[in-house]
């Protein structure tokens, strides 16, 4: 493909993904697929000689396209949002077309150093303490992870490799492999599984810990939790906390597991993947309450800041104890600028060594919407789910389960699972719009989060007519059912009753 095809390929591309989320609200938010369909319809081998772009830009249509589900679509309510918007993917693109992999600053310097300038404006957007910014004069400062799965690995894995020279200072008489058997870490059982799963990958166990009937996990539970690990010579390593739970959106409560943390040494890392969107806003403003004590903290911009995944931004307090835990040297990857400035490798801050220009999408979006056009986007879910929470309220057969949060409700029609696990049955079976369960203390109930790219009021009401009505639906096939277990009964009982009488009669 030369630069003429390239041309007219782009063209035609950009104009596919125009269509395709111009008219997404066409297709059902679900695809109508069985597992292993696209195996079936391509070939085994590659193709040995060159096709034409428009076979496959056709293919993309009449194969690809059937097993997609549309996360941008408006009738997406499932999980949290997974943005994207039209100048993110115009910076993609840019970025794939320079094709840089931007490990250190020679590499090309404009990919670290425009990293750099995001990082200060998001963090000064967001209202984060000063000391998060590159530009403090103290050691921390922000970095673009993949996703809230690395930050949260990158947080534990540093932790753990601080606690472990600490710890061997102090006790010298212990081995290095004695101290990392007796590491221990915690969360809230209410947490993301990545943070489980970092856990698995650090080889080092994370409790779970109970959180409160309303969601959330304080200081006095952890407080109690590291007393009995030390009592029984554990050493407490790190307390990841969340704002914005994956099952209600809680929000922990940061000021008394910081005291608790400063108090034993613990580091303190905070999943704010998605609510961290609610730092911008002045009205929630109490979701910044002790983010000036923590460690370190995490935010997906492809959550809230409509850049497209994947990019999540991880702050710390103190980025030398990240670097010295990574840092990895090889005579290749030294160059002469290395350590004449304070302008980081932000090799060492991350797990993989190659880095994608991904600060390139985030500088475009931030540019072509504003910071105003940031918060109006996120305001916009919180009243397009404020719409939806009126809707549930109204309706005497559902109950809401926990106070909204930001773009989340969470809900539940009235009475036992089952009625809830058979109403999401039959949603889903219809693929109009797409939402998934959670459970909390034995009771499940349903998430609705506000999604897709340009969700609109009528987008909610028609969510909620989908809902409402497939209620009525299984409720009128229950109310059918009991009548007709009703008059077998009773018919069998007629029955019953005729036999009785007949060898009453019959023995006289």
């Known amino acids: 493909m030369d630069a003429k095809e390239f041309r007219e390929f782009g063209k035609a591309a950009v104009d596919f993904v125009a269509d395709y989320l111009e008219n997404i609200r066409d297709d059902d938010v679900l695809p109508s697929v069985e597992p292993g369909y696209l195996l079936d319809l391509l070939p085994k081998e590659m193709p040995e000689q060159p096709e034409s772009w428009k076979e496959v830009l056709g293919d993309i249509n009449r194969v690809i396209k059937p097993g997609l589900t549309h996360w941008q679509s408006p009738n997406m309510h499932a999980y949290y949002p997974t943005s994207t918007s039209y100048p993110s993917i115009v910076g993609e693109m840019l970025a794939s077309g320079f094709g840089i992999i931007g490990f250190s600053w020679i590499c090309s310097p404009a ?15 967001l209202k984060l303490p000063e000391h998060f910014q590159h530009a403090s004069e103290g050691p921390g400062g922000g970095v673009i992870q993949g996703s809230a799965s690395e930050a949260v690995l990158v947080a ?3 932790a753990r490799e601080q606690a472990v020279v600490s710890y061997k200072e102090s006790h010298p008489e212990l081995s290095e492999s004695e101290i990392r058997g007796r590491l221990v870490a915690y969360s809230s059982d209410q947490s993301n599984s990545c943070i489980e799963k970092a856990g698995v990958l650090a080889a080092m166990p994370i409790r779970l810990l109970a959180a409160g009937e309303d969601f959330v996990l304080r200081g006095e539970t952890l407080k109690a939790a590291i007393e009995e690990d030390v009592a029984a010579g554990r050493i407490p390593v790190i307390c990841i906390a969340t704002l914005g739970t994956t099952g209600t959106c809680a929000y922990d409560d940061i000021e008394s597991l910081s005291a608790v943390c400063e108090k ?12 961290g969107g609610g730092f911008a806003l002045e009205e929630y403003s109490e979701l910044r309450k002790g983010l000036d004590r923590v460690d370190s903290l995490n935010f997906n911009l492809h959550k809230f800041m409509l850049v497209n995944f994947d990019c999540s931004a991880m702050w710390l307090r103190d980025a030398n104890k990240v670097v010295d835990s990574f840092n990895v040297d090889r005579i290749y990857l030294k160059h002469k600028h290395e350590g004449q400035s304070q302008i980081p490798d932000f090799r060492h801050w991350q797990i993989p060594l190659g880095r994608r220009f991904r600060a390139l999408k985030v500088w475009i979006t931030f540019r072509t919407l504003g910071a105003e056009g940031l918060r109006n986007h996120v305001r916009k879910h919180i009243e397009l789910a404020k719409q939806f929470e009126d809707l549930v309220v109204k309706d005497s057969r559902f109950e809401i389960v926990a106070p909204r949060a930001l773009g989340l409700v969470c809900f539940r029609p009235k009475g036992d699972n089952e009625i809830t696990s058979q109403l999401l049955h039959r949603i889903m079976e219809r693929k109009k719009i797409y939402m998934v369960k959670a459970e909390h203390a034995g009771r499940q109930f349903l998430r609705f989060v506000v999604c897709g790219m340009d969700t609109k009021p009528e987008d909610i009401e028609f969510a909620w007519a989908e809902i409402e009505s497939q209620l009525t639906g299984l409720l009128e096939e229950q109310a059918l059912a009991s009548r007709k277990a009703g008059n077998v009964a009773d018919l069998t009982q007629h029955f019953q009753i005729h036999l009785t009488t007949d060898n009453v009669e019959k023995s006289q």
Do not use: G, I, N, Q
């Open 111 to 125: 990919c670290t150093e425009l990293e750099v300038v995001v990082m200060d404006w998001l963090a000064k957007f």
């Open 156 to 158: 534990v894995l540093a």
């Open 264 to 275: 034993h040494k613990v580091w303190l890392h905070v999943d704010a993947a998605y609510a």
